[in-house]
Structures are given as C-alpha cells and as structure tokens.
C-alpha cells in the first residue's frame, strides 16, 4: 500500500477527462494534477520542445512525491514516453502510463469494417504513433486527421454551439469519406467535444476515448506493484448491493459520472469546511448512494470535527489542507494563470477541484491569444 497521490498532467484541461475516469474507478486515490497552460497547446509544437517541457512537469511531479504518472495527453506521449519510462521507472522505480496503448486496442477491439479513424493532434499525428500502435492487425484501414482547434475550442471552454459544429464539420469529413465505423479520440481534450464529434459522424460511429481504458491500465499497474492507497479497498468495495463507504469528497464526488449533478453537489456539501461521505455503489445501489452522500455531505458541512476515525466512518471531518489541496486531498496546479484554469478545471470536473495552486515549471506563450486563434 502506498497513500501518495497518482501525479497527472496535460497541456491544459484535456487530461481532466484522465482524471474524471481514475476518480470514478479509483475513488480512493489522490491524485496531482498540473496543467502545463503557459505552453498550451502541444500539438503545433516539435515534438522534441514538447519532450522537454513534458519532462520538465513530471520531474515537479516526481519531486512532488507522486508514487505514479499518467501522460494524460497523447502528444507528450509520442513525444517523451519512451524517455520518461527509461527516467522515472528504471531509474526511480516509479510507474508511467500512458494514453495511445488503451485507445489503440479499444479501437481493434470494436471496429466492424476495420475501417478506423484517428483525430488527434498534428504533433501526435506526425509521430506515427497511432500506426505504429495498430500495425500488425490483419485488415485494420487507419485514417488519420489533425484537429489543432480542438483543443483551441476546448481550452478556451468553447465545447458547444455554431462555431464548434462548423469546425467539426470541416475536420471530420475526410474521416465520413472513409467511413470509419470507428473513431478514435486522439487527444484527451476531444471527449470534451464528444457531443459535437458524435453529432457529426452519426450514430452508427463508436468514439474511443482512452480515459476510461488508461484507468484501467492506472489500476492494474498500483495493484501490481502493491501501491493501492490504503482507503481502496474500503472504497471500491466488492460491488454487492450495499456498495462501500468512501472517505471525504472523493466519496461523494465518486459516483458524480453514474448520478448526476444531484449526488456529486450533496456528496460535496461540506467541501469548504469538512469532507463529506459518499458511497461507490455495487449492482442496486444507486438509492444508497444518492441517500449516503446527502447525509455525509449534510454531516460534513454542519460538524467540521476532525478525527481520523471519522473519515473512516464516512462522517464529515475538517481538515487543515495545504494550500491548493481541496478537502478530497486532491492538488491541481497550472504553469499558466490558476485562476483561469481553475474556472474551466471546476466546470469539466467538478467540486473536487480546490484552489489551484502555481506550478514551478513555468514558461512559454500560453494561451494569451486562444480567442483570436480560434477566430482566425
């Protein structure tokens, strides 16, 4: 067992749809997350300037304490994992996961026709390393886009409306002239476009994220290597109908995905003061759920008594987190303005999101002037 938290990051917001999956399978963990916004968007850039900057994030992650890390972006993937796997886990013992495997075998898995799309950045494009992941299956036909306002569109939290179906329209018809029956979101920033995306390639088109998949990859790698943190087992529970007790915000903010607004907002009733209690529930448990995380949220923002049997418990505990630490013990920081990113990181994930803090690896052009690029 190992309770640091699972370091993340991403150019910008995109990685939060990484982060969204391993809260919901993984509701136990902290996580660390830093958004690299003062160099957003990676796409355009070289991949060897990407490869620095990238490592230049996981080292604050790395000396930060994190006992794991995600490339939750498909760029800096292509361009520094192979690098970072040589760094940080034969050099340090410290896993690294990345975001191209899972979404590749997904793909292989559900295509019909073996007709699949790839749209991704220009940067993960001219690396190869989507063909390289599909080469060898028998059949497999791989189209492949570069869709840069994307993740223009999704950083400045333009992810519905005229403007957005128009540039979907334009990006996405050389993958309609192949037809694809399957299309891969080749950057963690498209599913916050899926609506948009889906819309467009119709019905009969599966979207494979790679969130879902590289949490998976996240849970296997900590159960391997014995680095669960000590709460999982009390949070993921054995999936009956009664479902198991979280801890905190993370709790009640565990079944926001399957529940709705409804049980994240009472899950996280008391995120100011005191963490709240919310429930992972097995097959029938929705109802338990939804009743737990009123009541925790409800205990935690009335009691704000802080005892660690109290967490363990599931009643509302306060506690004095460090700056930037939200009430669930998650941490998210950006090279750029933290302000900015924390208004478009609370409206993609939610209440967890506390105070983001100013990351160390600072620099670049940010994105000044994501408006006017998008217009242009």
């Known amino acids: 067992m190992n309770d640091a938290p699972i ?27 830093i958004g690299d916004t003062a160099n957003s968007p990676y796409g355009p ?23 794991m890390l995600v490339i939750a972006c498909n760029t800096a993937t292509a361009a520094a994992l ?9 050099g340090m013992g410290i896993p690294v996961i990345e975001v191209i495997s899972p979404a590749a075998r997904t793909a292989a898995a559900l295509t019909r026709s073996g007709r699949v799309g790839v749209i991704a950045t220009a940067g993960t494009v001219n690396s190869g390393a989507y063909a390289r992941a599909l080469q060898g299956i028998p059949g497999l036909n791989l189209t492949q886009q570069a869709c840069p306002r994307f993740v223009q569109l999704a950083e400045a939290g333009i992810t519905t409306g005229p403007q957005v179906l128009d540039v979907a329209k334009e990006y996405l018809e050389p993958l309609q002239a192949a037809a694809v029956d399957t299309l891969v979101l080749g950057c963690t920033h498209y599913p916050l476009l899926a609506g948009p995306i889906s819309y467009v390639m119709g019905r009969n088109v ?12 996240v849970y296997r790698e900590l159960a391997a290597r014995d680095l669960l943190h000590s709460d999982t087992q009390a949070v993921v529970g054995s999936g009956d109908d009664d479902g198991a ?35 992972a529930g097995g097959a029938g448990g929705t ?41 669930s013990g998650h941490e998210f920081r950006a090279t750029g303005d ?39």
């Open 7 to 33: 370091g993340i990051f991403d150019s910008g917001v995109g990685g939060l749809t990484v982060a969204r999956a391993i809260l919901d399978q993984l509701p136990g963990e902290r996580l660390l997350y």
């Open 45 to 67: 850039k070289p991949l060897e300037q990407v490869r620095s900057m990238a490592l230049n994030v996981m080292d604050e992650l790395v000396d930060s304490g994190v006992k």
């Open 82 to 90: 192979d690098e970072a796997r040589e760094r940080y886990t034969k």
């Open 206 to 217: 599966a979207l494979v994220s790679s969130s879902e998949e590289t949490a998976k990859d």
């Open 245 to 279: 007790a979280g801890t905190g915000v993370a709790g009640g903010v565990a079944g926001s995905a399957a529940f709705g607004a409804d049980g994240a907002a009472q899950g996280v009733a008391g995120a100011a003061a005191a963490g709240g209690s919310g429930l």
């Open 287 to 327: 109802n338990a759920v939804k009743q737990v995380s009123r009541q925790g949220g409800a205990q935690g923002a009335s009691s704000g008594t802080a005892t660690s049997s109290a967490a363990a418990s599931g009643k509302g505990a306060s506690s004095a987190t460090p700056s930037g630490e939200a009430a």
């Open 338 to 376: 933290p302000v900015a990113f924390q208004v478009l990181a609370k409206r993609f994930l939610g209440p967890v999101v506390g105070q983001v803090r100013q990351a160390h690896a600072t620099g670049g052009a940010g994105v000044k002037n994501l408006d006017r690029e998008i217009r242009e």
